[in-house]
């Protein structure tokens, strides 16, 4: 469905605005146990009379669904309908989904949309019955973003609670609470008062990747070490169907000895990336060196995510291995990408 707010100013910048479902979308029926989505874009934008003072808002409902329940599939369709509407003239663009994987869907979007248009992600964590629900406040100040020339060239972003937070940056990091995301490495980008977008600081370079056609399907496994773990998915026979692997280790790049052996063997059958499952701060390369420390790891050839958590590291290396990149391009975009000082762009082989 789409529907389009018109402004009483044709001066007013087109927001194209993309609806998910999620919390957001979320309230409670008379009866029900708990809350469901519920609300499509057009019933999101349409209780915001206001929105008109700031742009002319042209929606899309694509999905009513739990963020949980989002594939690759979707966000590639998604950047696809992205890229169209930017062609079109839409001056910035905003979606609206579920929180369980906002961090994930828009590092996505920021490695593939190459535009200098601003991208905005918000949703809520109070659904529509709730007291307090946060989704309107955070609705028109992702509208405000996305209208404004001062985010253009940001790439993806977050906006939640007033914050303004990059992709590559931001973590959920809260179960409830409404200013649930935050960016542990560099802080907000900046934040919307009254409606006015003020950026403080600005992420160096931009990573984009771009996909062939058709796109390939590409599996790549999370996998968390732990205290006493005997290494049992770290395997090739339970990773058979899988093409990568982003290892959430200890610390700044620490595994237990016993799995060094597992872990070099299945990266000689796949790109194995270690990242820390504290989920902030750069890898470590040459502070230790007993086995399973960060300097064994290195020797025995495998790919360290630098500052990029888990969660982002699966993202990217997934994209990566879409785009055909070998593993010494995937490590050296692990080792540049997110700090690069211009715009690196990782494009598939022909």
Not at 225 to 254: M, N, P, R
């Amino acid at each position: 469905m789409r529907q389009t707010l018109q402004t009483s100013s044709d001066a007013r910048p087109r927001i194209d605005l993309f609806a998910l479902g999620g919390t957001i979308a979320s309230v409670s029926k008379p009866g029900a146990a708990g809350a469901d989505i519920g609300l499509t874009g057009e019933d999101l934008v349409g209780a915001l009379p206001a929105l008109g003072a700031i742009a002319s808002v042209d929606v899309h409902s694509l999905k009513q669904v739990p963020s949980g329940d989002l594939t690759m599939a979707d966000v590639l369709a998604l950047a696809d309908e992205i890229d169209k509407s930017i062609a079109e003239g839409a001056r910035g663009v905003v979606v609206t989904q579920g929180t369980d994987t906002l961090e994930e869907v828009a590092f996505a979007l920021d490695l593939l949309i190459d535009s200098e248009v601003p991208i905005v992600v918000t949703g809520a964590m109070r659904n529509a019955s709730l007291p307090g629900a946060d989704g309107p406040a955070n609705v028109t100040a992702a509208i405000a973003v996305a209208a404004s020339e001062a985010a253009r060239g940001l790439g993806a972003v977050v906006v939640f609670n007033d914050e303004i937070h990059a992709a590559r940056f931001v973590r959920k990091r809260h179960t409830a609470s409404t200013a649930t995301f935050g960016s542990a490495l560099a802080g907000p980008l900046g934040e919307v008062v009254e409606n006015r977008v003020r950026i403080f600081v600005r992420p160096p370079g931009r990573l984009t990747i771009k996909l062939p056609l058709p796109r390939p399907v590409v599996k790549v496994a999370l996998l968390p070490v732990t205290l006493g773990d005997e290494g049992d998915l770290i395997s090739t026979a339970a990773l058979s169907s899988y093409q990568g692997a982003v290892v959430a280790a200890f610390g700044g790049g620490h595994v237990p000895r016993r799995l060094v052996t597992r872990l070099r063997t299945l990266n000689e059958r796949m790109p194995v990336v270690i990242a820390s499952r504290t989920f902030g701060g750069e890898m470590l390369r040459s502070t230790y060196a007993y086995p399973g420390g960060e300097m064994d790891l290195l020797a025995q050839g495998l790919i360290f995510a630098g500052a990029y958590d888990a969660l982002h590291a699966r993202v990217l290396l997934q994209l990566l291995l879409m785009a055909g990149a070998g593993r010494d391009l995937i490590a050296r975009t692990f080792d540049e990408g997110m700090t690069h000082g211009g715009h690196l762009i990782v494009e598939a082989r022909r």
